[in-house]
Protein backbone atom coordinates (compact mmCIF):
# COMPACT_ATOMS: atom_id res chain seq x y z
CA UNK A 1 0.00 0.00 0.00
CA UNK A 2 1.17 3.32 -0.92
CA UNK A 3 -0.26 6.87 0.23
CA UNK A 4 0.72 9.89 -2.14
CA UNK A 5 0.45 13.04 -0.57
CA UNK A 6 0.39 16.55 -2.73
CA UNK A 7 -0.61 20.00 -2.08
CA UNK A 8 1.79 21.96 0.10
CA UNK A 9 3.91 24.86 -0.31
CA UNK A 10 4.32 28.12 0.79
CA UNK A 11 1.50 30.69 1.19
CA UNK A 12 0.94 34.10 3.32
CA UNK A 13 -0.86 33.70 6.50
CA UNK A 14 -4.74 33.98 5.93
CA UNK A 15 -4.62 32.79 2.75
CA UNK A 16 -5.26 28.67 2.00
CA UNK A 17 -3.78 25.31 0.35
CA UNK A 18 -5.54 22.07 -0.13
CA UNK A 19 -3.61 18.90 0.27
CA UNK A 20 -4.70 15.77 -1.00
CA UNK A 21 -4.04 12.05 -0.69
CA UNK A 22 -4.15 8.97 -2.71
CA UNK A 23 -3.97 5.47 -1.11
CA UNK A 24 -3.13 2.79 -3.44
CA UNK A 25 -2.40 -0.99 -3.61
CA UNK A 26 -3.85 -4.33 -1.73
CA UNK A 27 -6.75 -2.15 -0.30
CA UNK A 28 -9.82 -4.21 0.80
CA UNK A 29 -10.96 -0.75 2.56
CA UNK A 30 -9.69 2.14 4.92
CA UNK A 31 -11.29 2.31 8.32
CA UNK A 32 -9.78 5.74 9.32
CA UNK A 33 -7.49 8.14 7.48
CA UNK A 34 -6.08 11.53 8.55
CA UNK A 35 -3.48 14.12 8.55
CA UNK A 36 -0.85 14.76 11.32
CA UNK A 37 2.02 17.29 11.02
CA UNK A 38 5.70 17.65 12.32
CA UNK A 39 6.41 21.42 13.40
CA UNK A 40 9.85 22.80 13.11
CA UNK A 41 9.93 22.31 16.82
CA UNK A 42 9.96 18.34 16.30
CA UNK A 43 6.35 17.44 17.82
CA UNK A 44 3.84 15.55 15.79
CA UNK A 45 0.20 16.23 16.23
CA UNK A 46 -2.71 14.56 15.01
CA UNK A 47 -4.51 17.44 13.07
CA UNK A 48 -7.79 15.89 11.37
CA UNK A 49 -8.88 12.41 11.25
CA UNK A 50 -12.08 10.97 9.12
CA UNK A 51 -13.48 7.60 9.33
CA UNK A 52 -15.06 5.42 6.97
CA UNK A 53 -18.28 5.83 8.86
CA UNK A 54 -18.23 9.74 8.31
CA UNK A 55 -17.07 11.09 11.74
CA UNK A 56 -14.33 13.38 12.23
CA UNK A 57 -11.82 14.65 14.24
CA UNK A 58 -9.88 17.98 14.55
CA UNK A 59 -7.30 19.17 16.40
CA UNK A 60 -8.44 22.56 18.40
CA UNK A 61 -5.99 25.05 16.90
CA UNK A 62 -7.28 23.80 13.45
CA UNK A 63 -11.00 24.21 14.59
CA UNK A 64 -13.73 26.03 12.26
CA UNK A 65 -10.26 26.90 9.86
CA UNK A 66 -9.75 23.31 8.17
CA UNK A 67 -11.89 20.47 6.57
CA UNK A 68 -10.81 17.12 6.06
CA UNK A 69 -12.92 15.12 3.28
CA UNK A 70 -12.71 11.64 1.96
CA UNK A 71 -13.98 9.86 -1.21
CA UNK A 72 -14.76 6.17 -0.15
CA UNK A 73 -14.90 5.11 -3.51
CA UNK A 74 -11.78 6.94 -4.79
CA UNK A 75 -9.72 5.60 -1.41
CA UNK A 76 -8.62 9.94 -1.18
CA UNK A 77 -8.70 11.99 1.36
CA UNK A 78 -8.43 15.82 1.17
CA UNK A 79 -7.56 18.75 4.33
CA UNK A 80 -8.64 21.69 3.26
CA UNK A 81 -6.87 24.41 5.53
CA UNK A 82 -8.05 28.05 5.30
CA UNK A 83 -6.84 30.75 7.52
CA UNK A 84 -3.78 29.73 7.57
CA UNK A 85 -1.33 31.09 10.25
CA UNK A 86 2.42 30.76 10.48
CA UNK A 87 2.11 28.40 13.27
CA UNK A 88 0.59 26.16 11.14
CA UNK A 89 3.94 25.72 9.31
CA UNK A 90 5.04 22.41 9.62
CA UNK A 91 5.94 18.76 7.55
CA UNK A 92 2.02 17.45 7.06
CA UNK A 93 2.03 13.51 6.60
CA UNK A 94 -1.35 11.57 5.45
CA UNK A 95 -2.10 8.20 7.59
CA UNK A 96 -4.45 4.95 6.41
CA UNK A 97 -5.23 2.31 8.35
CA UNK A 98 -5.94 -0.01 5.65
CA UNK A 99 -8.06 -3.23 5.82
CA UNK A 100 -5.82 -5.29 3.89
CA UNK A 101 -7.06 -7.92 1.07
CA UNK A 102 -6.77 -11.34 1.06
CA UNK A 103 -7.75 -11.84 5.10
CA UNK A 104 -4.35 -9.91 5.90
CA UNK A 105 -5.48 -8.27 8.43
CA UNK A 106 -4.92 -4.03 9.11
CA UNK A 107 -1.72 -2.14 9.04
CA UNK A 108 -1.05 1.47 9.07
CA UNK A 109 0.54 3.36 6.62
CA UNK A 110 2.20 6.61 6.37
CA UNK A 111 2.81 9.29 2.79
CA UNK A 112 5.92 10.59 2.62
CA UNK A 113 4.78 14.26 4.06
CA UNK A 114 4.55 17.35 2.08
CA UNK A 115 5.88 20.96 3.61
CA UNK A 116 3.20 23.97 4.45
CA UNK A 117 5.00 27.47 4.88
CA UNK A 118 3.26 29.89 6.30
CA UNK A 119 4.53 33.23 5.94
CA UNK A 120 3.30 36.31 8.48
Known sequence: VQLQASGGGLVQAGGSLRLSCAASGNIFSIKQMAWYRRTPGNQRELVASAMSGGSTNYAD?????????????????????????PEDTAVYYCNAHVVLLGNHGTREYWGQGTLVTVSS
Open 61 to 85: SVKDRFAISRDITKNTVALQMNSLE
